[in-house]
């Protein structure tokens, strides 16, 4: 199983990226994308659940980033609006197959697969 993460670039204060992660090999029951930024530790960006595709999302980029799947392509979608730079991280994908319980969807070692990574930089 692989997961390709794309998309990431450098981008100017108040713009937009979208990010892409698809998956060979198997579907995942939870997506999700996490950053990191230097020298800091990797931190929780938003999940998304199959079926419904109920999100859950950091305070830190609640109502400017979504978060979207389409299974039948086994590819997630991160779109980053009015971005800002502290927003600028490395930003990894990551998956399970199994339903991950509410409480644990923002921890790193609830998610068994994981993208290469991408850079998102974000001037001022």
């Known amino acids: 199983v692989q997961l390709q993460a794309s998309g990431g670039g450098l981008v100017q204060a108040g713009g937009s990226l979208r990010l892409s992660c698809t998956a060979s090999?198997?579907?995942?029951?939870?997506w999700a994308w996490f950053r990191q930024a230097p020298g800091k530790e990797r931190k929780f960006v938003g999940t998304?659940?199959?079926?419904?595709?109920?999100?859950v999302y950091a305070d830190s980029v609640k109502d400017r980033f979504i978060i979207s799947r389409d299974d039948a392509k086994n590819t997630v979608y991160l779109q980053m609006d009015s971005l800002k730079p502290e927003d600028t991280a490395v930003y990894y994908c990551?998956?399970?197959?199994?339903?991950?319980?509410?409480?644990?969807?923002?921890?790193?070692?609830?998610?068994?697969?994981w993208g290469q990574g991408t850079q998102v930089t974000v001037s001022s």
């Open positions: 990551a998956a399970h197959p199994s339903r991950i319980a509410n409480s644990g969807v923002h921890l790193s070692r609830a998610y068994y697969y």
């Open positions: 998304i659940r199959q079926g419904g595709g109920g999100t």
């Open positions: 090999g198997r579907a995942f029951s939870n």
